[in-house]
């Protein structure tokens, strides 16, 4: 069987798996004030989800395995949204920088990520293994539940 990366599997799948793997390895070092903090400026609420810190250094870990090199400023474009100013019209709006850089911290404390020496942060080739690994797990289970459904 060819080897399965991440670019082959389901994004949400994969985001979601990661996310409890590194919930369940306890490893990743979480500030005390995620339960506090709002992720952007244009946000008007604190995320629902309790478990949102894992799940954005999941999604983190995603996009630095498609897109190496990536910065905390590149990190805030992508988590940005629209600025929503009442009667005046929208605006983009940037993404949290203090909440890109712990995430990017917290995923260096794994060595799943470095510091690239041209500038931003890179996937080691232990991370990119274990993301491969995770994206394996992701695309048998679809398979075994493809299979499960075709029977019935």
Avoid at 35 to 45: F, G, M, N, S, Y
Avoid at 62 to 91: D, E, F, T
């Amino acid at each position: 069987m060819p080897s399965v990366t991440v670019k082959d599997v389901n994004q949400q799948d994969f985001v979601r798996a990661l996310s409890a793997f590194l919930k369940k390895s306890g490893k990743l070092k979480v500030p005390e004030w995620v339960d506090t903090v709002k992720l952007a400026r244009h946000k008007e609420l604190a995320p629902c989800d309790d478990n949102w810190f894992y799940t954005r250094a999941a999604s983190t870990a995603r996009h630095l395995y498609l897109r190496g090199g990536v910065g905390v400023g590149s990190m805030i474009k992508v988590y940005g949204g629209r600025q929503r100013n009442g009667v005046c019209p929208a605006h983009f709006s940037v993404g949290s920088r203090n909440v890109a850089r712990k995430v990017l911290q917290a995923l260096e404390g794994l060595k799943m990520v470095e510091k690239d020496p041209n500038g931003g942060r890179r996937l080691t080739p232990q991370g990119q293994r274990d993301l491969d690994r995770i994206a394996g797990q992701v695309a048998s289970a679809n398979k075994k539940q493809r299979s499960l459904q075709s029977a019935i």
